[in-house]
């Protein structure tokens, strides 16, 4: 059965600080895909990454594909309140599976 | 640019009750899904329909149905419902395979009492 590992489970910071979050499997994706979730809405895809090794940027988030294709990190520089919410990272093979998530909380 | 359009947003229902949630998509995607969220489970893949005209199990199909009635909408029944189908049910579409990803909708409440 694949798997996808988020960690943290829960993450505070202050506003203005960096952070890291991750995505590890066991499993080799074809490509995997980054979601935000904000309460009461749907998640929302932010990037999707196929490349091993592969590096995409999105204003202050930075988004890295492991080069054996099984991890990903999403780093975010200098964090805002508005990028309070749920992140979801969901690998895709012939299927695509989800991983539970990093709540992140920014302190403003 | 309405996307996934997903109703009712909320709704409580008796055990017992049936009830069928709607979901409608404007992208002309081949490839729609039903999802669960539950604290602590992420999401679960409740059916998907790869393509019009054909429907398919995923993880955690007992207890619900779904009509793919043309390429727009995917529709899931809850025959009788549970208080274990207390949830929030999401829609989504993508392209064939979801390989660029997926469009959801933002979601319908459903509390089983």
């Known amino acids: 059965t694949q798997l996808l590992e988020q960690s943290p489970q829960f993450l505070s910071i202050q506003e203005g600080e960096n952070l890291t979050v991750y995505c590890n499997s066991s499993s080799v994706f074809s490509s995997l895909q980054w979601y935000r979730q904000e309460p009461g809405e749907g998640p929302v895809l932010l990037v999707t990454?196929?490349?091993?090794?592969e590096v995409k940027k999105l204003k202050r988030l930075t988004f890295q594909f492991g080069d054996a294709r099984k991890d990903s990190s999403l780093h975010i520089t200098a964090a805002q309140p508005g990028d309070t919410g749920l992140y979801l990272c969901a690998g895709q093979d012939d299927k695509i599976i989800f991983g539970k998530g990093t709540r992140l909380h920014i302190l403003p | 640019n309405a996307g996934v359009t997903q109703t009712p947003k909320f709704q409580v229902l008796k055990t017992g009750q049936s009830m069928t949630l709607q979901c409608a998509q404007d992208m002309n995607h081949n490839s729609m899904y039903w999802y669960r969220q539950d604290p602590g489970m992420g999401l679960r893949l409740i059916y998907y329909?790869?393509?019009?005209?054909?429907?398919d199990k995923g993880e955690v199909p007992n207890g619900y149905n779904v009509s793919r009635l043309n390429k727009r909408e995917f529709s899931l029944r809850l025959e009788s419902a549970a208080p274990s189908q207390t949830s929030v049910y999401f829609c989504a579409s993508s392209e064939s395979g979801g390989f660029g990803g997926y469009t959801f909708g933002s979601g319908t409440r459903l509390t089983v009492v």
């Open positions: 329909s790869a393509s019009e005209g054909t429907t």
């Open positions: 990454v196929v490349t091993g090794g």
